[in-house]
C-alpha cells in the first residue's frame, strides 16, 4: 500500500471523525472505522481508527446510557404524573369528606345553640314564674322578701329613706260570700293592675303580699312621696267602682293603706319596717275607718 492510499485513508479517517464529533454518521460510517482496524495499513491510521473506534463506542455507551437515563426520568415522570393524580383524587375526597364532616358539625353546634337559647329562656320563664304570683302577675312573697332585703341592704349603706306600703282589700271576706271565689280573683287581678300602674320608677315593685293583702317598695322614698303614693293607690281602686253591695263602708270595693317610712341603720331591720307598715295598715283598718291611709315613722 503506497502513501497515496494511507493519505486517503488518514482524510476518509479524519471525516469520519468530524462526522462522529458532529453526531451526524450512519451505520456505513461506523463499519468504515472498524474496517481500518482490522486491516494492515499503516501503524498511525490503526492506532486512530482504534481510539476513534473506542470513543465512539465509548460516546455510544454514554447515548445508550443517557437514553436509559432519560426513559428511567420519564417514567418515574409518569409515576410522578400519576402519584400526583392519585394524591389530588384523595385530597379531593378527603377535602369532600372535611367538608361534609364541618357541614355536619356546625349544623350540630347551631343545634346546640338552639337547644341552650330554649334553656335559657325556660329557665327565665320559670325564674318568672317563681317570683310571680299566679292569678295577680304582680311580685309574689318570695319575691318581695328578696328584694326587699336587698332594697334594706342598699339603703343602710347609701342612708337614705326607705319606705313600704302594705295594703288590704276592705270586707274582702264578704265580697267573696257575696259574689263567689271566682269574681273575688277577678277582683284582686283589677286592683292589681291599678297598683302596678301607680310605679313610676324602675326600682318601685307592687307585689302580692297574700291573700287579699298587696304591698307597695319604694327604694328612696321620704313620708311626703309614700302618702302620696298611697292616695294614688286608694283613689284608682276606688275609680274602679267594683261593685260589694256587703261591704260595710261603702257601695263599691276600697282598700286600707298602711304605710311607714325610715333610714335603715345597725339598729333596726326590715322586720320593723314591715311592722311598722304592718301596725300602720290595723289603724287604718280599725281606728280609720278603712277606706284611707296610715303611717308610722318609727315603733312605740
Known amino acids: ?45 490503526a492506532e486512530l481508527s482504534e481510539s476513534i473506534g473506542f470513543m465512539l463506542v465509548k460516546i455510544e455507551g454514554r447515548e445508550l446510557a443517557l437514553e436509559m ?60 314564674i317563681s317570683n310571680q304570683d299566679g292569678l295577680t302577675g304582680l311580685a309574689n312573697r318570695r319575691r318581695f322578701d328578696d328584694y326587699l332585703n336587698r332594697e334594706w341592704s342598699a339603703h343602710k349603706r347609701i342612708k337614705k329613706e326607705f319606705a313600704l306600703i302594705l295594703c288590704d282589700v276592705d270586707h274582702f271576706k264578704y265580697y267573696n260570700d257575696t259574689y263567689g271565689h271566682r269574681a273575688g280573683d277577678d277582683c284582686l287581678k283589677r286592683i292589681a293592675r291599678a297598683l302596678g300602674g301607680c310605679m313610676r320608677r324602675p326600682r318601685d315593685m307592687a307585689a302580692r303580699y297574700g291573700g287579699e293583702e298587696f304591698a ?28 260589694h253591695e256587703s261591704s260595710k263602708i261603702c257601695d263599691h270595693v276600697t282598700i286600707s293603706l298602711g304605710v311607714s317610712v325610715v333610714t335603715p341603720t345597725l339598729d333596726l331591720t326590715e322586720k320593723d319596717l314591715i311592722e311598722m307598715a304592718d301596725l300602720s295598715l290595723y289603724e287604718a283598718k280599725e281606728t280609720g275607718g278603712r277606706n284611707c291611709v296610715k303611717f308610722k315613722l318609727n315603733l312605740d
Open 216 to 243: 307597695a317598695i319604694l327604694p328612696e322614698t321620704g313620708l311626703d312621696g309614700a302618702l302620696q303614693m298611697a292616695e294614688n293607690i286608694r283613689s284608682r281602686v276606688e275609680a274602679l267602682n267594683i261593685l
Open 69 to 128: 437515563r432519560i426513559q428511567e426520568l420519564q417514567q418515574a415522570n409518569e409515576k410522578i404524573d400519576e402519584y400526583s393524580k392519585t394524591l389530588k383524587l384523595r385530597v379531593e375526597e378527603r377535602t369532600e369528606e372535611l367538608r361534609r364532616k364541618n357541614k355536619a358539625l356546625t349544623l350540630e353546634i347551631e343545634k346546640k345553640e338552639e337547644i341552650q337559647k330554649a334553656l335559657e329562656m325556660a329557665n327565665e320563664k320559670l325564674i318568672l
Open 1 to 45: 500500500m503506497d502513501d497515496n492510499d494511507d493519505l486517503t485513508n488518514l482524510k476518509t479517517l479524519i471525516e469520519l471523525c468530524s462526522a462522529i464529533a458532529s453526531g451526524k454518521y450512519g451505520k456505513a460510517d461506523v463499519d468504515t472505522l472498524f474496517e481500518f482496524t482490522k486491516e494492515e495499513r499503516h501503524p498511525l491510521i
